[in-house]
């Protein structure tokens, strides 16, 4: 049977020291390399091409997150399991999107952490109980709507290249109140014109090309 090659990345010695004890310890794992920070993660899982490696997100230079997004970028097809103190779901999610397969905390017990690695290098997504936990709330109580509905009417047709004075004829409201939304809107994503605000909205998902324009 074939080994899962590992790489360990941590900013921590002793975090670094006592996962790669553990998994050289445990069968059907070698530990490959380590790295301190993101970019090292990156130069080293282009040079060894690991199975599995296993991330931690706040380190110095270029964090995990980053490191994720680059591995991904390149097309490096090792397995990023992410193993963190951290399991507040606003570090789960980014990372998730940005090519993780999982999300484990460091205090997961032992054989959590080996099955995790065992399931990551298969492709199967991994995640802690309690980040589980977390992540079903969020999905059962969703963050509130940032733009007002109104205020998304007025963005949908500035995105479809309406003016003030024609989206205003549109939503039979008055300029003044257009530009009052604009506004409200650009304070909300925190940009300064038009074509940032329509640029953040389509980048937070707020509009996409699918949405059909008030009638």
């Known amino acids: 049977m074939t080994s899962i090659r590992l790489l360990i990345v941590d900013d921590h010695p002793v975090v670094r020291d006592g996962l790669s004890s553990m998994f050289a310890s445990a069968p059907g794992f070698e530990v490959v390399g380590e790295a301190a920070d993101?970019?090292?993660?990156?130069?080293?899982?282009?040079?060894?091409?690991?199975?599995?490696?296993?991330m931690d997100?706040?380190?110095?230079?270029?964090d995990g997150l980053a490191a994720?997004?680059?591995l991904a970028r390149l097309g490096i097809g090792a397995r990023v399991l992410v193993l963190?103190?951290?399991?507040?779901?606003?570090?789960?999610?980014?990372?998730i999107e940005a090519g993780a397969t999982g999300y484990l905390l460091k205090d997961s017990p032992r054989e959590e952490l080996l099955r995790g690695a065992r399931a990551a290098a298969k492709g199967e997504s991994v995640l802690s109980p309690s980040v589980a936990a977390?992540?079903?709330n969020r999905v059962k109580t969703p963050a509130p709507q940032l733009l007002s509905r109104r205020e998304l009417e007025v963005l949908e047709l500035v995105a479809a290249g309406n003016t003030n004075r024609e989206a205003?004829?549109?939503?039979?409201?008055?300029e003044a109140t257009v530009k009052s939304h604009l506004l409200n809107i650009y304070a909300k994503l925190g940009v300064s014109d038009r074509a940032a605000a329509v640029a953040e909205a389509f980048n937070r998902r707020l509009l996409t090309p699918e949405t059909p324009e008030p009638s």
Do not use: Q, W
């Open 38 to 54: 993101g970019a090292a993660a990156v130069r080293l899982a282009r040079e060894l091409r690991p199975d599995v490696i296993l």
């Open 57 to 62: 997100l706040r380190m110095p230079g270029m």
């Open 68 to 70: 994720i997004t680059e």
């Open 84 to 95: 963190t103190t951290y399991g507040n779901d606003s570090h789960v999610l980014p990372a």
């Open 134 to 136: 977390k992540l079903m």
């Open 168 to 174: 205003a004829a549109r939503l039979f409201i008055t």
